[in-house]
């Protein structure tokens, strides 16, 4: 597609057909299948619409995205606590009380009656994921043009320890942990607690600073620790190259 605005309102040229799709909206994001999702700045709230501008859902879902699982193409919508993963046939593929914690090629994590699962996008089977007793949310507002899916999931167990798991339920972080904290975007950097005190490891479980600090603070390229009035810096792997090293 290429999208021409004027006035505030979009049109669509699509070039396979070369035609021109007039549009009362101003923002549309393609999805698939022809269809877009529309951002209503006043509301702040967005719907689906076909190319020809008719309204599919209505403009009252807080988070529409597109995903790729499984080969094949979702839609998910989220109202509140509603949820829908919608298929090439706009049929919600995950029934209803499903909360998605996670999204990635090959399947979903979700929360369902109190018991996490993980779930197959090509046949709508749920595996339990054993001795889960909560899974951190990471919240719709991690998605942007540089996480396409989410992260690895920081879980706690049935014992009370921290540790993480991917998107295939497989253990990567051993839960060992007091806390795990996770950051934004795609940094591969993690807090971890132990004994009450904080150290630096990242998702393929290698130590980057002791577990010895009393506290931390995020700078966003930075992480801040704090030792016995006396500060350490580490770099996110993202900055190191472009940063210069703090005093």
């Not at 923002?27 to 709230?45: A, D, G, I, R």
């Not at 806390?179 to 795609?186: A, E, L, R, S």
Request: include cysteine.
């Amino acid at each position: 597609y290429i999208y021409l605005v004027k006035n505030n309102t979009t049109t669509v040229f699509h070039k396979k057909d070369r035609k021109l799709y007039p549009n009362n909206f101003k923002y549309l994001n393609p999805l698939f299948n022809n269809l877009f999702s529309v951002y209503n700045e006043k509301t702040q709230k967005s719907g689906v619409v076909d190319l020809q501008g008719n309204m599919i859902f209505p403009q009252e879902y807080d988070f529409i995205r597109n995903f790729t699982i499984s080969g094949r193409e979702f839609i998910y919508l989220k109202k509140g606590n509603e949820e829908k993963l919608l298929d090439k046939d706009l049929k919600n593929t995950i029934g209803e009380g499903v909360n998605i914690l996670g999204f990635y090629p090959e399947g979903l994590i979700i929360l369902k009656e109190n018991t996490y699962y993980r779930f197959s996008a090509a046949d709508q089977s749920m595996t339990v994921l054993k001795n889960i007793s909560m899974i951190k949310d990471e919240g719709t507002g991690y998605f942007n043009f540089l996480n396409e899916y989410s992260k690895p999931l920081v879980c706690r167990n049935s014992d009370h320890f921290y540790g993480i798991i991917d998107g295939k339920g497989t253990v990567i972080v051993p839960f060992i942990y007091e806390d795990i904290v996770t950051f934004g975007n795609f940094e591969n950097e993690i807090v971890v607690k132990k004994d009450g005190k904080y150290g630096v490891s990242n998702f393929q479980h290698e130590p980057l600073k002791e577990i010895v600090y009393d506290q931390f603070l995020w700078q966003k390229e930075v992480l801040k620790l704090d030792k016995n009035k006396k500060t350490d810096f580490i770099y996110f792997t993202r900055f190191k190259n472009n940063t210069t090293r703090l005093n």
